[in-house]
C-alpha cells in the first residue's frame, strides 16, 4: 500500500477541520451521507489499510445510489433544507432584522461547507487510486442527466454553483427559507401524524382533480376556499359530508397535487389521535407553508371524547388559531356524534337539568366546520358520466352502449353507483381487455 503525499494529506485535514467547524449547519452532515463522507475522510486521514479504504469509499457510494444524487448535489439539498437557528429564524425574519451574530455564522458555515462541495467524486477517486495503486479505478457515481437539469431549475442551486464565495449567498438562502421553509416540510408534501411525530409519506397518492368528475359545484367550493389559505386570507374548516364512495377523500387528496408547488402540505391525522390536534396545530404555526389537516371518515360515539379536541381547533380558545392551517374532513354522517333516542331528556328524577343543552351540542358540532359540503349519491347519469371520462383516461375503447351495459352490471353486482366503484369498473376493465381482450367478461 503507497500513501498520500504530504499536500494531499493536508486537503484531508483541512476538510476535516473545515467540517468541524461548522457552527449552526451541523445538521447537513448527520445523515447517512455526510456520516459516510467524513468516514471516508478518517480513513484517507489515517491512511489505513486497502480494505478499509475501499470499504468507506463503497458506502459513500451506496449512499449516493440510494439518494440517486452526487455528493456535491446532496450536500446543496441539505443547506436548502437545513433545520438549525438560522434557517428557522430566517423563514419567519426579514433578513436586515436577523442577528448579525447569527449572520456571520452562517456566512462563516457557508465557506466551510462550499470546501466540502468542491471535493468531487473525482478527487477521492483519485486518492484512492494513490493509496492502492495496484487496484482499480474507483467508480465515480455519475449524475444522471434528468436530474442534473431538475436541480439545475432551483434558483439558489445555480446561485452557489457560479458564486466563488458561498459566504455572499447568505441573504440569498434566507430568502429562500423563507418562500421555501425549512427541515420536514421542505422534503416532502405529504404528512401523516403519528406516534405523536410527523412522518413524511414518500408516496401520496396520485390522484389527480382531473380524474374526478361529478360534484362540480362542491369541488369549486371547496378549491375557492383553498385559494383563500394559500393567499393569506382566513379560510374556513371544510366537513365533506355525504354517500360513501363518492369521491370526498379523493377530493381532499387531490388537492396536495394541484397546489403542492404554491406551499401546500397536507398532514394525515386518524379519529384516535385528535386529542394531538393542539400540539400538532403549534408544530405549524410559524411556517411558511399552509396546511391542510385531513380527517377522514369522521364520527364519533357517545361517550367519546375525543371530539372536545378538534372543538378546540375548531373554534379557538384562548390562543389564536394558526391562520396557515385549516381542518378538511369526511364523514358518513351528517351529525358527526352518534345520538340515541335514549340520550333524549326523559321526566326522571336522574336527568340532567339542561339535558336538552347537551342533545343540542352533540347535533350542532358538525355546525362548527365553517363549511359544509354535501355529497349525495350518484344518479346513473352521473355514475355513467364518471365511467366514460375514466374510461377515455385509460385509454378504453368500447362502444358507448357496451360500456355503459357493463358499468352498470358491475354497479348492480358489486357495490352500487358511485365514483368507486366507477373506478373500480375501470381498472377491472382496463385488466380484463389487456389480458383477455377477446373472450375476457365481468363476473
Not at 325 to 333: D, H, K, L, M, P
Request: hydrophobic share 40%; net charge negative.
Amino acid at each position: 500500500m503507497s500513501s498520500l503525499n504530504p499536500q494531499l494529506i493536508a486537503q484531508v485535514h483541512f476538510l476535516q477541520r473545515q467540517a468541524a467547524s461548522l457552527l449552526v449547519y451541523q445538521s447537513v452532515l448527520t445523515e447517512a451521507m455526510g456520516q459516510a463522507f467524513l468516514n471516508l475522510l478518517a480513513v484517507l486521514e489515517r491512511e489505513s489499510n486497502p480494505l478499509d479504504c475501499l470499504r468507506a469509499y463503497g458506502c459513500l457510494f451506496h449512499q449516493q445510489a440510494i439518494h440517486q444524487n452526487c455528493w456535491p448535489d446532496y450536500l446543496i439539498a441539505q443547506i436548502m433544507r437545513a433545520n438549525n437557528p438560522f434557517s428557522q429564524q430566517a423563514q419567519q425574519t426579514d433578513f436586515q432584522d436577523l442577528p448579525s451574530s447569527l449572520i456571520a455564522a452562517a456566512q462563516s458555515d457557508l465557506q466551510c461547507l462550499q470546501s466540502l462541495y468542491n471535493c468531487s467524486g473525482e478527487q477521492l477517486s483519485q486518492w484512492i487510486q494513490q493509496l492502492i495503486p495496484s487496484s482499480e479505478p474507483a467508480v465515480i457515481w455519475q449524475q444522471e442527466p434528468d436530474l442534473v437539469d431538475k436541480i439545475e431549475e432551483l434558483p439558489l442551486r445555480t446561485q452557489l454553483k457560479k458564486l466563488e464565495n458561498w459566504a455572499d449567498a447568505v441573504e440569498g438562502l434566507a430568502a429562500h427559507y423563507r418562500q421555501f421553509g425549512v427541515g420536514l416540510f421542505a422534503a416532502s408534501q405529504a404528512f401523516r401524524w403519528q406516534n405523536r411525530e410527523l412522518i413524511s409519506i414518500s408516496h401520496p397518492d396520485p390522484v389527480h382533480l382531473g380524474q374526478l368528475v361529478g360534484y362540480e359545484s362542491q369541488r369549486q367550493v371547496l378549491l375557492k376556499n383553498t385559494e383563500f389559505l394559500l393567499a393569506g386570507y382566513p379560510a374556513q374548516n371544510v366537513l365533506l359530508y355525504g354517500s360513501r364512495g363518492s369521491g370526498k377523500s379523493s377530493l381532499i387528496k387531490a388537492l396536495l397535487h394541484q397546489y403542492g408547488d404554491r406551499g401546500l402540505r397536507l398532514i394525515e391525522v386518524a379519529k384516535s389521535d385528535l386529542k394531538d390536534l393542539p400540539v400538532v396545530i403549534e408544530l405549524l404555526r410559524g411556517t411558511p407553508h399552509k396546511f391542510i389537516i385531513f380527517v377522514d371518515d369522521l364520527s364519533f360515539e357517545e361517550d367519546d371524547d375525543t371530539f372536545k379536541a378538534l372543538k378546540v381547533v375548531l373554534e379557538g380558545n384562548l390562543t389564536a388559531r394558526p391562520q396557515n392551517v385549516v381542518v378538511y374532513a369526511t364523514s358518513n354522517r351528517r351529525h358527526l356524534v352518534r345520538e340515541y333516542f335514549t340520550d333524549r331528556p326523559q321526566p326522571r328524577d336522574i336527568d340532567e337539568v339542561q339535558a336538552w343543552d347537551t342533545v343540542s351540542e352533540k347535533l350542532s358540532f358538525s355546525d362548527r366546520f365553517g363549511l359544509t359540503l354535501t355529497f349525495e349519491p350518484a344518479n346513473q347519469q352521473t355514475y355513467l358520466k364518471m365511467v366514460h371520462h375514466l374510461a377515455a383516461l385509460a385509454g378504453i375503447r368500447l362502444n358507448r352502449e357496451e360500456l355503459e351495459f357493463r358499468a352498470l352490471q358491475w354497479a348492480t353486482r358489486h357495490n352500487g353507483r358511485s365514483g368507486r366503484s366507477a373506478r373500480q369498473f375501470v381498472d377491472f376493465l382496463s385488466a380484463e381487455l389487456a389480458l383477455f381482450p377477446v373472450h375476457g367478461s365481468l363476473s
